[in-house]
């Protein structure tokens, strides 16, 4: 059974930072690829960015492409998510994915588990 838990949430000023981690239960975390999605209230899950499996590429939304960046720590089944120069328009519900085959993707679709979201907040 594989579990993913999230952390560091929070409420924050336009302009600020916050980092996102995302724990994952499982022996072959280095083959997964991991994606950040987030849901506003009454809106769609939407990606965010996605790691394909260990040393893979990396993709961002538009709306987020300079300003947050994926990582992870194989080491620690962990993957970050540096948000930077927060806006107001970022606040939503962050889930952590796992696609335990690997390919990675923008849509919400082939990853088979998620995180139980935690909450970011921007204030303007």
């Known amino acids: 059974q594989v579990r993913l838990v999230e952390s560091g949430g929070g409420l924050v000023q336009a302009g600020g930072s916050l980092r996102l981690s995302c724990v994952a239960s499982?022996?072959?975390?280095?083959?997964?690829?991991m994606g950040w999605f987030r849901q506003a209230p009454g809106k769609e899950r939407e990606f965010v960015t996605c790691?394909?499996?260990?040393?893979?590429?990396?993709y961002y939304a538009d709306s987020v492409k300079g300003r947050f960046t994926i990582s992870r720590d194989n080491a620690k089944n962990t993957v970050y998510l540096q948000m930077n120069d927060l806006k107001p328009e970022d606040t939503a519900v962050y889930f952590c994915?796992?696609?335990?085959w690997g390919t990675g993707s923008v849509r919400p679709g082939p990853y088979d588990y998620w995180g139980q979201g935690t909450q970011v907040t921007v204030s303007s």
């Open positions: 499982g022996r072959t975390f280095s083959s997964w690829s």
């Open positions: 994915a796992a696609d335990s």
């Open positions: 790691s394909r499996k260990s040393g893979g590429t990396t």
